[in-house]
């Protein structure tokens, strides 16, 4: 697949309008993407859990035209308020996909949106938003071509979202999906993800995501900021290696379902991901106090209870803590006994791992 096999061939069919919505998780990662190269292609392969609780609802209302408009045209609402700022944004994302969607200027879109999570979470909900866009954008292009098959239809969706927001693209399916080529994953791409194509063990089936919410503030460095600083950045090439190497290495944890290794991997991502932020320049630090106090105290659990509790981060402060079905009763009660006093507000959100979007 080149990006041209995502540019249509010219419609047979035509439509004056309609209705569609999806609802499109988040996602975690577990080998995480930092550092891109144009187009919103990765600088490595990502790995990621698909959420389920986490998610954006879209509804996308078209409407044809009188003749193909030189701008595009549609309202923005979110959470059912009109919201201009996020406009930009939307025109930016157009404007990357028109080639590959070419009727985008010939319609009124009315883009209805809400998420499932509180606004001020500090959870970005660019991945899921970006999801639920580019999935109700395919479903006018199948309307338009009804002969797109299930297959190119989340293939091009997970291309349109990445385009949007790199993460996005692993936000179409579920439940492990992974993103970037990598020499060892048939069918892997850096132009959209895919469902992870090895054996996973019923012990990562299940998997529970406890987000502690540390700090609910905006990030102070933008992910856009914070890839572009892996450009000249000293540990660049080893660090992206190494993602490769972990890929390599999860394949056989995932077969196996070795939790210890497991735990290594994910946490070790978790922290190069901060250590290129601290080692950038300028550097930076989106970590806070409570985070540490967080990780401190989830070693000191796992040791002295022998169970597989583990972080990763995203690029913030907030926790993300990961355990298995079989140790839920436990670990929950240790992050309700030790763990929630440092969340802001006491807030957290209960997630686990999805299977991808869902048509509305
Ligand atoms: O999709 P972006 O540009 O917001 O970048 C996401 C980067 C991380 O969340 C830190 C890692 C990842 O792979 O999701």
């Given at each position: 697949?080149?990006?041209?096999?995502?540019?249509?061939?010219?419609?047979?069919?035509?439509?004056?309008?309609?209705?569609?919505?999806?609802?499109?998780?988040?996602?975690?990662?577990l080998?995480k993407?930092?550092?891109?190269?144009e187009?919103?292609?990765?600088?490595?392969?990502?790995?990621?859990?698909?959420l389920?609780?986490?998610?954006?609802?879209?509804?996308?209302?078209?409407?044809?035209?009188?003749?193909?408009?030189?701008e595009?045209?549609?309202?923005l609402?979110?959470e059912?308020?009109?919201?201009?700022?996020?406009?930009?944004?939307?025109?930016?994302?157009?404007?990357?996909?028109?080639?590959?969607?070419?009727?985008?200027?010939?319609?009124?879109?009315k883009?209805?949106?809400?998420?499932?999570f509180?606004?001020?979470?500090g959870?970005?909900?660019?991945?899921?938003?970006?999801?639920?866009?580019?999935?109700?954008?395919?479903?006018?292009?199948?309307?338009?071509?009804?002969?797109?098959d299930?297959?190119?239809?989340n293939?091009?969706?997970?291309?349109?979202?990445?385009?949007?927001?790199?993460?996005?693209c692993?936000?179409?399916?579920?439940?492990?999906?992974?993103?970037?080529r990598?020499?060892?994953?048939?069918g892997?791409s850096?132009?959209?993800?895919?469902?992870?194509p090895f054996?996973?063990?019923?012990?990562?089936?299940?998997?529970h995501?406890?987000?502690?919410l540390?700090?609910?503030?905006?990030?102070?460095?933008?992910s856009?900021?914070?890839?572009?600083?892996?450009?000249?950045?000293p540990?660049?090439?080893?660090?992206?290696k190494q993602?490769?190497?972990?890929?390599?290495?999860?394949q056989?944890?995932?077969?196996?379902?070795?939790?210890?290794?497991?735990?290594?991997?994910?946490?070790?991502?978790?922290?190069?991901?901060h250590?290129?932020?601290?080692?950038?320049?300028?550097y930076?630090i989106?970590?806070?106090?409570?985070?540490?106090?967080?990780?401190?105290?989830?070693?000191?659990?796992?040791?002295?209870?022998s169970?597989h509790?583990c972080?990763?981060l995203?690029?913030?402060?907030?926790?993300?803590?990961?355990?298995?079905?079989?140790?839920k009763?436990?670990?929950?009660?240790?992050?309700?006994?030790?763990?929630?006093?440092?969340?802001q507000e006491?807030?957290?959100?209960?997630d686990?791992?999805g299977?991808?979007?869902?048509?509305?």
């Open positions: 697949m080149t990006h041209t096999s995502f540019v249509p061939s010219p419609y047979l069919h035509s439509k004056n309008g309609g209705k569609v919505s999806w609802k499109a998780p988040s996602n975690i990662a080998v993407y930092w550092g891109k190269k187009n919103q292609i990765p600088a490595n392969p990502s790995i990621s859990f698909t389920d609780a986490c998610a954006t609802t879209t509804i996308l209302t078209f409407t044809k035209l009188q003749k193909k408009n030189k595009f045209s549609f309202d609402f979110f059912g308020k009109s919201k201009e700022d996020f406009k930009p944004k939307i025109i930016a994302f157009f404007t990357r996909i028109e080639k590959y969607l070419p009727f985008l200027k010939e319609y009124h879109f883009i209805e949106t809400e998420n499932s509180p606004h001020s979470s959870i970005a909900s660019s991945a899921s938003g970006m999801a639920a866009l580019g999935l109700c954008l395919m479903s006018v292009e199948k309307e338009l071509n009804p002969e797109i299930g297959i190119f239809f293939q091009k969706a997970s291309f349109l979202a990445r385009l949007g927001s790199g993460s996005a692993r936000s179409i399916e579920g439940d492990v999906i992974q993103w970037g990598h020499k060892e994953i048939e892997s850096d132009l959209h993800a895919i469902k992870y054996k996973i063990h019923p012990i990562f089936k299940n998997f995501d406890t987000i502690l540390v700090d609910k503030g905006q990030k102070q460095v933008s856009t900021v914070g890839h572009n600083l892996m450009h000249n950045h540990f660049s090439e080893e660090r992206f993602a490769h190497l972990n890929l390599s290495e999860l056989v944890v995932f077969t196996e379902g070795n939790l210890d290794r497991f735990i290594e991997i994910v946490e070790g991502e978790a922290l190069t991901l250590a290129m932020m601290m080692t950038s320049l300028p930076f989106l970590m806070k106090p409570n985070t540490l106090k967080i990780i401190e105290k989830i070693w000191k659990f796992r040791k002295a209870s169970t509790v972080f990763t995203d690029a913030g402060a907030n926790v993300h803590v990961l355990y298995p079905e079989n140790e009763d436990v670990v929950f009660q240790f992050i309700k006994d030790e763990l929630v006093v440092y969340c006491q807030q957290y959100i209960c686990r791992i299977f991808g979007a869902k048509k509305l």
